[in-house]
């Protein structure tokens, strides 16, 4: 089964760092396009940070630069969004999506990112969600 499993979400002063997990079963994340993207109570969904495991190019949103970075651990087939300087206004629930990004793709990992789609197709898996909670 391919599924995507966040975990590491929870409350945390403002100032204040977590790091999230986006656990892959079913395939290796390796070859997929990696997204983290979160929505807000009455918000429409915003994609934080995206990357193209091809060449690496990776894009981050406005409100996430200098704050948030992403890795991954292959061996536990893992991708982690490390949040630093977390502010109230980062408060949402935390999803992560994996697709496939073909080298002819005339997306770009930025329009990925804003739309969710990969040459029209909407990222394939999604994983359920963790609540991040910036409160003092």
């Known amino acids: 089964q391919v599924q995507l499993v966040e975990s590491g979400g929870g409350l945390v002063q403002p100032g204040g760092s977590l790091r999230l997990s986006c656990a892959a079963s079913?395939?290796?994340?390796?070859?997929?396009?990696i997204g983290w993207f979160r929505q807000a109570p009455g918000k429409e969904r915003e994609g934080v940070l995206c990357?193209?495991?091809?060449?690496?190019?990776?894009y981050y949103a406005d409100s996430v630069k200098g704050r948030f970075t992403i890795s991954r651990d292959n061996a536990k087939n893992t991708v982690y969004l490390q949040m630093n300087s977390l502010k109230p206004e980062d408060k949402a629930v935390y999803y992560c999506?994996?697709?496939?990004?073909?080298?002819?793709?005339?997306?770009?990992?930025?329009?990925?990112?804003?739309?969710?789609?990969?040459?029209?197709?909407?990222?394939?898996?999604w994983g359920q969600g963790t609540l991040v909670t910036v409160s003092s």
């Open positions: 079913g395939f290796t994340l390796d070859y997929y396009a």
């Open positions: 999506a994996a697709d496939l990004f073909p080298d002819f793709s005339i997306t770009t990992v930025q329009d990925m990112c804003v739309t969710g789609y990969i040459d029209g197709r909407y990222l394939e898996v």
């Open positions: 990357i193209r495991s091809s060449d690496g190019s990776t």
